[in-house]
């Protein structure tokens, strides 16, 4: 292992652990000194057992059992956004604070009151609790995200109605039972092809298979054309992107790694690897024109692609429409400022000359189980074949 990423390593968990101590300190000053059968021994070993919950998470899995090893993973879910919100308002606060000490901004029943900290941390305390329980609710309420676009090429076939899922993340949070509820909503809109963009499945194939009944659930998945999947960065993290290709293979979904595949000689479909097989050394992901090289261009071209990253390159190879996942549109503010700085587009439509992108904000979620400033969703298309 090179000392640079060690260094870089043990920055980030100092970083991390320093941020977490003043956020405990001050909820330590603000409420728990209140609570009379509290100690700071007590208190501090549960908050650095929920600072610490997702990566315990990781590494018990293997020795606790499933309930354990899901209730840490939520814990720690919980925290990621909790950490964030807490950083800025107690930073707020005590920015505040500071500058009433020079200009007494504060009413003086306010500052002399002996329960005011008291008070402001269970205010703050309320308001995560609002926040998350919206978030919460808002990341199980799957919404259908309608969309009709042309592609004004000849082809047999008048209209096509797709059906675009992605970024499910199955493992310890998200299971069989969201992922039957997904692919009822799918069924119920009586697609004519699905397309599943990556980051379906979180934890390793072999074990999920194992603790669920995946493989019935996914062939249930019912479309005139079939189902086609691609690969996303997170298979390939787990290290199973060959067992889960093997797995969809099974369940009757057609999975296209810098392949394509021509549907009713009417359209194609292409499908990417991720950029992360490069940097996992799983493959060498080809260039977009390599694997359009016998490709009749006069004929719909739709590119599956899981990170919406090189649209250029799919505008240059004359592609109709690139359908995405991965970026969650943040999955929670102030992410989705980020995600909206990184990617020309992070959610939605967008159209650069003859290219058509749509990405999507994903049916799951990954860390933490809330949606806040985004939605879950399925994408339904309706495109119309016709010069």
């Not at 990170?307 to 390159?313: A, G, I, N, T, V």
């Amino acid at each position: 292992m090179k000392p640079s990423f060690v260094l870089l390593i043990g920055s980030i968990i100092l970083t991390y652990a320093g941020i977490n101590f003043y956020i405990g300190l001050r909820g330590w000053q603000s409420i728990g000194r209140f609570i009379p059968f509290l100690s700071s021994m007590v208190y501090w070993s549960a908050f650095w057992l929920m600072v610490f919950s997702y990566i315990l998470s990781r590494l018990t899995e293997k020795y606790l059992p499933d309930f354990f090893t899901k209730s840490f993973s939520i814990l720690g879910g919980y925290w990621i956004p909790a950490m964030v919100y807490l950083l800025v308002i107690l930073l707020t606060l005590d920015c505040l604070r500071l500058i009433d000490r020079h200009f007494s901004i504060f009413p003086k029943v306010l500052r002399e009151h002996p329960y005011a900290v008291l008070y402001t941390g269970f205010s703050v305390l309320l308001i995560l609790l609002i926040v998350f329980t919206y978030g919460t609710f808002n990341s199980r309420n799957i919404k259908i995200t309608n969309y009709q676009l042309p592609i004004p090429k000849e082809t047999d076939i008048n209209q096509l109605h797709a059906v675009l899922v992605s970024d499910i993340h199955l493992g310890l949070v998200i299971g069989n039972k969201r992922l039957t509820e997904i692919i009822e909503k799918v069924n119920s809109l009586k697609p004519d092809i699905v397309f599943l963009a990556g980051d379906i499945l979180e934890e390793n194939i072999n074990q999920l298979k194992e603790k669920q009944q995946l493989t019935d659930t996914f062939r249930q998945l019912n479309a005139k054309y079939g189902v086609f999947a691609i690969l996303g960065n997170h298979e390939y993290i787990g290290g199973s992107a060959d067992s889960v290709a093997e797995f969809f293979k099974d369940v009757n979904v057609i999975t296209l790694r810098d392949q394509y595949a021509k549907i009713a000689d009417s359209f194609y479909v292409l499908g990417r690897d991720d950029l992360s097989t490069n940097r996992f050394n799983q493959g060498m992901r080809q260039d977009l024109s390599a694997i359009m090289r016998d490709i009749d261009k006069s004929l719909p071209m739709i590119l599956l692609d899981h990170q919406p990253s090189r649209l250029d390159e799919a505008q240059q190879e004359g592609i109709d429409l690139q359908l995405s996942g991965h970026t969650h549109r943040g999955q929670f503010f102030p992410f989705n400022l980020i995600t909206d700085r990184i990617f020309e587009v992070d959610w939605g439509y967008l159209k650069k000359d003859d290219l058509q992108v749509i990405v999507s904000s994903g049916a799951g979620t990954w860390g933490p189980p809330i949606r806040i400033a985004s939605r879950s969703e399925i994408v339904s298309i309706k495109i119309k074949l016709d010069k």
